[in-house]
């Protein structure tokens, strides 16, 4: 019984800190749980663990989610400037992830022969020329700076006077009640972007794998991080965008792994795909319109503003 006791008492504890939680604050948990994020995986990253630098691209993307997300109150000056420094960051962190993806396709036992004959030793010299080049951007004073700043910003940056004049003239918005409304607003500018899914090039596709994983990276850290809603909340929101984002990344994979090597050039592109190629190629394109009409059937994100 005490233990149930102590139990209720947690979560009337945690009910009511939620409650007093407003944008601003929820806005640095979520924030500075992603410059914690980078700062975990930093030194695993710099030995070469891949999951380690793929975690810290997803702190980077997480981050980048809760600003645009947050954008009336957060986007300042000193925020342009760092993003131009986490993209510059992530260029070197991006490449080094594509040729960790591309090792591990070619490493399966489908792939692996049609990969030694068409790539061949290239493939790990591209690995360890990436790896070496992002190890030097993580090892700089840039990246070090680039933390400390973030830090300071998220803590004490400008975006916070505007945020103090909204609450002064009382303009300021609930934190749930924003939430609502952004979600639902970006939700339905994912499905308006994908409606012409089927026929989009790869560039438009790049963009609606990016607002997928925004949403998706939103819903997580409003019944994580910062637990606004109940965790079963967006699930039926959740399960479609995560399943989008994930198979416009496969199919994305896919056609880079699938490129033909330089000596094929000149020949037959289609002669060089790897085995099942166009097979595996229609599956995860309509995997991704699967999921996409589920996302576009499932409704407003929140069960109060459905219908």
């Known amino acids: 019984m005490k233990g149930a006791g102590?139990?209720?008492?947690?979560?009337?504890?945690?009910a009511a800190s939620t409650e007093e939680l407003d944008c601003a604050t929820a806005f640095q948990k979520i924030a500075?749980?992603?410059?914690?994020?980078?700062?975990?995986?930093?030194?695993?990253?710099?030995a070469g663990d891949a999951e380690?630098?793929?975690?810290?691209?997803?702190a980077i993307t997480r981050l980048r989610a809760a600003v645009s997300f947050f954008a009336p109150i957060t986007v300042d000056v000193?925020?342009?400037?760092?993003?131009?420094?986490?993209?510059?960051?992530?260029?070197?962190?991006?490449?080094?992830?594509?040729?960790d993806v591309l090792a591990e396709y070619a490493g399966r036992k489908r792939y692996r022969g049609w990969a030694q004959r068409m790539i061949g030793d290239d493939l790990d010299v591209h690995q360890a020329r990436?790896?070496?080049?992002?190890?030097?951007?993580?090892?700089?004073?840039?990246?070090?700076?680039?933390?400390?700043?973030?830090?300071g910003w998220i803590g004490d940056g400008p975006w916070l006077q505007r945020w103090e004049r909204k609450v002064r003239r009382k303009t300021a918005k609930p934190l749930k009640v924003y939430s609502e409304r952004q979600l639902d607003r970006w939700r339905q500018r994912l499905i308006r972007k994908g409606r012409q899914l089927e026929t989009?090039?790869?560039?438009?596709?790049?963009?609606?794998?990016?607002?997928?994983?925004?949403?998706?990276?939103?819903?997580?850290?409003?019944?994580?991080?910062?637990?606004?809603?109940?965790?079963?909340?967006?699930?039926?929101?959740?399960?479609?965008?995560?399943?989008?984002?994930?198979?416009?990344?496969?199919?994305?994979?896919?056609?880079?792994?699938?490129?033909?090597?330089?000596?094929?050039?000149?020949?037959?592109?289609?002669?060089h795909r790897p085995p099942g190629y166009r097979r595996q190629r229609q599956k995860l394109r309509s995997a991704a319109m699967s999921a996409y009409r589920s996302l576009r059937d499932a409704g407003a994100c929140c069960l109060g503003a459905r219908p």
């Open 200 to 271: 989009v090039g790869a560039s438009d596709r790049h963009r609606l794998r990016i607002r997928a994983k925004r949403f998706r990276y939103m819903l997580e850290a409003l019944t994580g991080i910062v637990p606004v809603f109940d965790h079963g909340e967006f699930s039926h929101v959740h399960r479609p965008a995560k399943r989008l984002q994930r198979t416009l990344g496969d199919l994305r994979d896919l056609k880079r792994f699938a490129k033909p090597a330089p000596s094929a050039e000149g020949d037959n592109p289609g002669k």
């Open 6 to 14: 102590q139990t209720t008492m947690q979560g009337q504890r945690q």
């Open 130 to 151: 990436d790896h070496r080049r992002m190890v030097r951007s993580l090892r700089s004073q840039r990246f070090h700076d680039l933390i400390e700043a973030m830090s």
């Open 78 to 99: 000193e925020w342009r400037r760092l993003k131009k420094e986490l993209a510059w960051l992530n260029t070197s962190l991006g490449a080094a992830r594509d040729s």
């Open 32 to 46: 500075l749980d992603c410059v914690a994020k980078v700062r975990l995986h930093h030194s695993s990253a710099c």
């Open 52 to 58: 380690a630098v793929h975690q810290i691209r997803v």
